[in-house]
């Protein structure tokens, strides 16, 4: 059974501190890794890694696959309360079908 | 642009009561999906149209069914609401290969007393 885990599941830390996400993946297929946000509705996309592209930076994220180890995790430095939401980690598999996470939700206290 | 739009964004029903979730996307993709969102499961498929005339089912398929109406819309319908169908409702869509991810709607939220 495909299958997406996201650890941990909820995470409180204080503003400035620096936090990394994990996700781990057993799929049939892999084709790409994907990182969601999600605030108060629908998730938006972050960054997706594949075998051409394991590392993606965008300002105080960055992301790493690790093929090998079937694994992905998602760093926050410097975190804003603005950063306080649900990440969702999805997997493409074979067909257009993403397989996701259960998600992190990160709290970031003033 | 308005990318996904979902219809209604919230709603309660009965048990037993029947309606239809509607989606509609303006961006020419070839597939949409289905997903619900329970708390502490993440999203899960409930049933996809790869293109426009077939659909097919997802992880949890059992008291929905679907229409790909166009290739703009893809409904989904609740024939017999019951309890454990409360959830939060996405709909996406995403170019054929899907390999860019997926663009959501914002969501139906629907409770089913």
């Known amino acids: 059974e495909d299958k997406v885990v996201q650890s941990p599941l909820s995470l409180v830390v204080h503003e400035g501190d620096t936090v990394t996400l994990n996700c781990s993946y057993e799929v049939t297929n892999f084709r790409s890794l994907l990182w969601y946000k999600q605030e108060k509705k629908a998730p938006t996309f972050l960054f997706m890694l594949t075998s051409s592209g394991i590392e993606k930076k965008s300002g105080r994220l960055s992301s790493i696959l690790d093929k090998k180890e079937l694994s992905s995790i998602l760093n926050i430095t410097a975190t804003q309360t603005g950063d306080s939401a649900i990440y969702l980690c999805?997997?493409?598999?074979?067909?257009?079908?993403?397989?996701f996470g259960q998600g992190t939700r990160l709290t970031i206290n003033p | 642009n308005a990318g996904v739009t979902q219809t209604p964004k919230f709603q309660v029903l009965k048990t037993g009561q029947s309606m239809t979730l509607q989606c509609a996307q303006d961006m020419n993709h070839n597939s949409m999906y289905w997903y619900r969102q329970d708390p502490g499961m993440g999203l899960r498929l409930i049933y996809y149209?790869?293109?426009?005339?077939?659909?097919d089912k997802g992880e949890v398929p059992n008291g929905y069914n679907v229409s790909r109406l166009n290739k703009r819309e893809f409904s989904l319908r609740l024939e017999s609401a019951a309890p454990s169908q409360t959830s939060v409702y996405f709909c996406?869509?995403?170019?054929?290969?899907?390999?860019?991810?997926?663009?959501f709607g914002s969501g139906t939220r629907l409770t089913v007393v």
């Open positions: 999805a997997v493409g598999q074979g067909a257009q079908k993403l397989v």
């Open positions: 149209s790869a293109s426009e005339g077939t659909t």
């Open positions: 996406a869509s995403s170019e054929t290969t899907g390999l860019y991810g997926y663009t």
